[in-house]
């Protein structure tokens, strides 16, 4: 069993940056493909970063591309979404989800653990 916990989310004007942070369990975490997804009100989940085991492979959804930084720190089982020029439609919950077999890359049935996710809110 792998728990994921997600923090860092919150209300920023736009135009301001966030950076979340996921967590999680287990011995092989540098093993783990990580993702983040986000859901706004009314939404279907959707796609924003990915970030592959070693590190080296990152994807993003155009939405967030050029505002948006997906990085890994495997020495503290982390995995940070930097937020930059944030935008009122960014505003959603942020759900971060791995894939302890290192192959899942953007879509979300690749995933079979996810965090509870963190309310991002930018106000206009």
């Known amino acids: 069993q792998v728990e994921v916990v997600e923090s860092g989310g919150g209300l920023v004007q736009a135009g301001g940056s966030l950076r979340l942070s996921c967590t999680a369990s287990g011995r092989s975490f540098s093993r783990f493909a990580t993702a983040w997804f986000r859901q706004a009100p009314g939404e279907e989940r959707e796609f924003v970063a990915h970030?592959?085991?070693?590190?080296?492979?990152?994807h993003y959804a155009d939405s967030v591309k050029g505002r948006f930084t997906i990085s890994r720190d495997n020495a503290e089982n982390t995995v940070h979404l930097q937020m930059n020029s944030l935008k009122p439609e960014d505003t959603a919950v942020y759900y971060c989800a791995v894939d302890p077999w290192g192959g899942a890359t953007i879509q979300s049935y690749e995933y079979d653990y996810w965090g509870q996710g963190t309310q991002v809110t930018v106000s206009s």
């Open positions: 970030i592959s085991w070693s590190g080296a492979s990152t």
